[in-house]
């Protein structure tokens, strides 16, 4: 059970560059979020989805476009990289609500680590 | 806007030794909280979780604490092993669609 798998690890991109991060989950989980961690500050909130084709927008969410196409898969991509984007990012999964238990952990990846140039 | 944020940014601890970690949040609404380790290169990791009903939680070797009167949380270690060195993060559900807010961090130093 791999949990929640990022790639790629590591990415040096020059400024005005686009790529895409990936994201995937095998717990079956119908949330995802995308963060960003910053040196000193915590995890802060891009975008995230509540379920298969849905997705909405986080604390951060200017220069950065999401899609879940796949319930398992979060894209997370950067039209036009600027040196403010440079950060590690990380995805996380968690369940919905289920009967009871209004409240599930999230479960993180270990980071893309993207530096723009 | 209303965040979770830790008391002490770093906190040097004797192996043996318990730790205890604080966190202050300022929603009063907030009715759930976790913490999470964080290794170096390495992504957070789920600790342990208090929902708003409890003022307390235990968990192998932690312990979390809730005081809602003064908007505390707390995270214990009992004998900390040099492998509980980290960052802690705690963080606070955010109401609609279970967004997390995180504080920024406390850095664990085991010293053997």
């Known amino acids: 059970n791999a949990g929640v798998t990022q790639t790629p690890k590591f990415r040096v991109l020059k400024t005005g560059q686009s790529m895409t991060l990936l994201c995937a989950q095998d717990m079956n989980h119908e949330y995802m979020y995308w963060y960003r961690q910053d040196p000193g500050m915590g995890l802060r909130l891009i975008h995230y989805s509540v379920g298969e084709g849905t997705t909405a927008k986080g604390e951060v969410p200017d220069g950065y476009n999401v899609s879940r196409l796949k319930k398992q898969n979060f894209l997370l991509g950067l039209e036009s990289a600027a040196p403010s984007q440079t950060s590690v990012y990380f995805c996380?999964?968690?369940?919905?609500?289920?009967?009871?238990?209004?409240?599930?952990?999230?479960?993180f990846g270990d980071g893309t680590r993207l530096s723009i140039l | 806007g209303e965040s979770v944020g830790l008391h002490l940014p770093t906190l040097s601890v004797q192996e043996g030794d318990n730790s205890i970690i604080n966190c202050a949040y300022s929603?009063?609404?907030?009715?759930?909280f976790i913490w999470y380790k964080q290794e170096s290169g390495k992504g957070p990791q789920f600790i342990i979780d208090?929902?708003?009903?409890?003022d307390k939680r235990q968990g192998q070797r932690v312990t979390v604490l809730l005081n809602k009167t003064v908007k505390h949380l707390s995270l214990q270690i009992a004998a900390t092993q040099p492998g509980d060195s980290a960052v802690y993060f705690c963080a606070e559900n955010m109401g609609n669609d279970y967004k997390l807010s995180f504080g920024a961090g406390t850095t664990v130093t085991v010293r053997a």
């Open positions: 929603n009063s609404a907030s009715d759930y």
């Open positions: 208090i929902r708003s009903n409890m």
């Open positions: 996380a999964s968690s369940y919905s609500p289920r009967a009871g238990i209004r409240n599930q952990p999230q479960h």
